[in-house]
Nanobody, 115 residues
Framework: QVQLVESGGGLVQPGGSLRLSCAASGFTFSSYLMKWYRQAPGKERGWVASVFSAGGSTLYADSVKGRFTISRDNAKNTVYLQMNSLKPEDTAVYYC????????WGQGTQVTVSS
């Protein structure tokens, strides 16, 4: 049974930090490209960052470049999103996505940036 379980969301003040985790099971995690997406209220889901299976190369949306860091631990079947210097416009539900021979989504975790 394939599962992607996000955690680490919550309420944080502007300028603060959070680290999201996405724990995977039921497929060969190390062979999959892993991505983070987010969806704010009333907006479409948008891509945030990617980390490749081989070598760990990363890509970021312009809106988060320099503030967010995606990483993966293949031994733990987990992908992370370190979010620093958070802004109110980062408020959204954050989802992880696995892309390979199949595509899988997690259920999402809420991040709220507010004073």
């Amino acid at each position: 049974q394939v599962q992607l379980v996000e955690s680490g969301g919550g309420l944080v003040q502007p300028g603060g930090s959070l680290r999201l985790s996405c724990a995977a099971s039921g497929f060969t995690f190390s062979s999959y490209l892993m991505k983070w997406y987010r969806q704010a209220p009333g907006k479409e889901r948008g891509w945030v960052a990617s980390v490749f299976s081989a070598g760990g190369s990363t890509l970021y949306a312009d809106s988060v470049k320099g503030r967010f860091t995606i990483s993966r631990d293949n031994a733990k079947n987990t992908v992370y999103l370190q979010m620093n210097s958070l802004k109110p416009e980062d408020t959204a539900v954050y989802y992880c996505k696995a892309v390979g021979t199949s595509t899988y989504w997690g259920q999402g975790t809420q991040v709220t940036v507010s004073s």
